[in-house]
């Protein structure tokens, strides 16, 4: 079992910044960060390889987003710059247990650990 904690959501005007933090209870191969609105199917955001500190980004967040890890902490981090309102969605760290995986998986269903999730609102 790996647990996963996230924290750091909220409520932030268009344009704005948030950080997300995820604390694992285990270094996991790859950890994700996904996201789900309203109505609508969990999308990949970012992922980081935590050996090796490759990183896939969805095209979407590209340019305002960054993931980044604290090895000692077991720890990934997101930060989300010039944030927009179709931004607003629960987001989600999960972990991918695979410790061989060179390449970032973005199906959710790689995924072998979920944290709780973390509401981000963008306002406009």
């Known amino acids: 079992q790996v647990q996963l904690v996230e924290s750091g959501g909220g409520l932030v005007q268009a344009g704005g910044s948030l950080r997300l933090s995820c604390t694992t209870s285990?270094?996991?191969?790859?950890m994700g960060w996904f996201r789900q609105a309203p109505g609508r199917e969990r999308e990949f955001v970012v992922g980081?390889?935590?050996?090796?500190?490759?990183?896939s980004y969805a095209d979407s967040v590209k340019g305002r987003f960054a993931i980044s890890r604290d090895n000692a902490k077991n720890t990934v981090f997101l930060q989300m710059n010039s944030l927009k309102a179709e931004d607003t969605a629960v987001y989600y760290c999960?972990?991918?247990?695979?410790?061989?995986?060179?390449?970032?998986?973005?199906?959710?269903?790689?995924?072998?650990?979920w944290g709780q999730g973390t509401q981000v609102t963008v306002s406009s």
């Open positions: 285990r270094r996991a191969g790859v």
């Open positions: 999960a972990a991918d247990l695979n410790s061989r995986r060179l390449v970032i998986k973005t199906d959710a269903g790689n995924y072998d650990f």
């Open positions: 980081i390889i935590w050996s090796g500190g490759f990183t």
